[in-house]
């Protein structure tokens, strides 16, 4: 069973910075990818990041490319989500989640509250 514990999260003003931590267990995850999502109140989870384990490859939505950043760390197997220069849309509730290559994300952390202040 894949379990997935995010951290990070938090208030910060805007202009800030913080980053989220992703401690992956249950299996070995070589052929996993690993992604980042945010839901807003009201509105819809979407897409922010993603990172695949074996090669580093990554992933991101448009409008957090150049401020935030996806790493991996394959002895600690956690997933990172460094995010700079936060803006107040930023704000969100941030789940970690797991996919197999070439299948949909199925697994998904309880998720962590980013706030960020004007």
């Known amino acids: 069973q894949v379990q997935l514990v995010e951290s990070g999260g938090g208030l910060v003003q805007a202009g800030g910075s913080l980053r989220l931590s992703c401690a992956a267990s249950?299996?070995?995850?070589?052929?996993?990818?690993m992604g980042w999502f945010r839901q807003a109140p009201e509105k819809e989870r979407e897409f922010v990041a993603s990172?695949?384990?074996?090669?580093?490859?990554?992933d991101y939505t448009d409008s957090v490319k150049g401020r935030f950043t996806i790493s991996r760390d394959n002895v600690k197997r956690t997933v990172y989500l460094q995010m700079n220069t936060l803006k107040p849309e930023d704000t969100a509730v941030y789940y970690c989640?797991?996919?197999?290559?070439?299948?949909?994300?199925?697994?998904w952390g309880q998720g962590t509250q980013v706030t960020v202040s004007s």
């Open positions: 989640a797991a996919r197999q290559l070439g299948q949909g994300y199925r697994y």
């Open positions: 249950g299996r070995t995850f070589n052929t996993y990818v």
């Open positions: 990172i695949t384990w074996n090669d580093g490859n990554t």
